[in-house]
């Protein structure tokens, strides 16, 4: 794939999400790795994984989920916290070579919820209520067969929750990340709040759209006490989920009108938003996409992503204002400089060896150009 440099300028532009200013436009997302090691400590492959994206010229890089708590918030055997202190010491070199290569790197917080599929912790799962996920857990994470039926979370135990959320927060500042990002998408403990049929309770977190949202904005609002301005916070949002694609706000753009205004009044400096295509119109109903759709509720910058590989199709939704950074998935596992290839109008591979987008920080032949 190629294409005209002067097309997609506005990607190299700063752009400031909260107290972080961004040397361009271009993210890595969050992306399951599972290669910390067994008590949850980032180690030399996470570091060196991570440093080829800011070596290949993306502006901000942001981890995998890490688990906030001890308790029930690990999703994958394998997967990095960052609920201890030393946890949090060992996440200091990785930030260091981020940093040093010239990007900027947020934590993203994640508690799997229902969707835990390995945890050293415990055996059981938690969630709004007693309703397991769709679908089935995820093979390349080690999972097998449907999830099991969790246990519906107490008043007390979503104090603990939120809890974790804000300890964690405190490790990311001791770590030296610029930020932390709240994963609210994808299916995880927080969506689970905000999805319609897994969410049965009868509570003040349960029923309306006002309801379900109030978990986001609780854990919002305590991270931000916690740490105040001194990094950027974050909250990522979905509507489908790793395990249920095809799941939809059930009131499309008046839920999508309360939940990006909810966010924004907690605190967030930024929001982002992660659909298949980013381009696409969120509901059948509407021409509107999710990112814009969370630009006009919130009135904050917006992380976009979904499909974006082409530089034009990136460009396009940074000038229309619909974005004002897009985070890339795959096309950065296939190009870890694809921000260097896009400014200097080169190829941008498309068809790779499927092995690249193996669920593992492998940097084997990931040598890019410095």
């Known amino acids: ?17 909260g107290p972080t200013t961004l040397p ?10 599972v290669s910390g090691d067994p008590d949850g400590s980032a180690n030399d492959r996470n570091a060196a994984y991570y440093e080829v994206f800011a070596h290949g ?4 890089v942001i981890t995998e989920g890490l688990y906030p708590d001890t308790a029930h918030s690990q999703g994958y055997l394998n997967q990095p916290g960052l609920a201890t202190e030393t946890h949090a010491r060992s996440w200091t070199p990785v930030v260091d070579r981020v940093h040093k290569a010239g990007a900027k790197m947020f ?34 994470y080690g999972g097998t067969g449907s999830y099991p039926t969790p246990r519906a979370l107490t008043a007390s135990d ?13 490790n990311a500042v001791r770590a030296g990340f610029d930020g932390v990002e709240i994963h609210g998408a994808n299916g995880y403990l927080l969506d ?66 309360v939940i990006f205004t909810a966010l924004a009044e907690a605190g967030v400096d930024y929001i982002h938003t992660t659909e298949f ?27 976009a992503n979904g499909q974006l590989g082409d530089p034009a199709t ?21 190009n870890r400089d694809w921000v260097r290839r896009a400014q200097q109008a080169q190829t941008i591979e498309t068809e790779v060896d499927d092995s690249v987008f193996n669920p593992m920080a492998t940097v084997k032949d990931w040598e890019v150009s410095r």
């Open 192 to 257: 689970q709040f905000l999805t319609d049929y897994m969410n049965q309770r009868d509570d003040v977190y349960g029923g309306s759209v006002e309801n379900r949202v109030r978990i986001f904005r609780e854990v919002i609002a305590e991270t931000r006490e916690e740490v105040g301005s001194e990094i950027t916070i974050g909250v990522r949002i979905s509507q489908s989920k790793v395990s249920d694609y095809l799941h939809r706000w059930s009131g499309g753009e008046s839920d999508a009108a």
């Open 277 to 303: 295509d980013a381009t696409a119109a969120a509901f059948p109903d509407s021409d509107r996409t999710l990112a814009s759709l969370a630009v006009e509720h919130s009135k904050l910058p917006v992380i």
């Open 158 to 170: 979503i104090a603990d929750v939120r809890s974790g959320f804000t300890r964690a927060a405190r």
């Open 57 to 60: 010229g993306f502006g901000l």
């Open 314 to 334: 990136a460009a396009s939704m940074v000038e229309r204002g619909t974005a004002d950074v897009v985070a890339l998935g795959k096309p950065a596992l296939a």
């Open 107 to 140: 934590a993203q917080l994640m508690h799997a919820g229902a969707q835990s599929q390995g945890n050293r912790y415990t055996d059981t799962s938690v969630a709004p209520s007693t309703v397991p996920p769709r679908g089935e857990q995820l093979g390349f």
């Open 1 to 17: 794939m190629t294409h005209a440099a002067t097309s997609i300028d506005a990607l190299f532009q700063t752009a400031r999400l």
């Open 24 to 33: 361009n436009r271009v993210a890595v997302a969050p992306m399951t790795r």
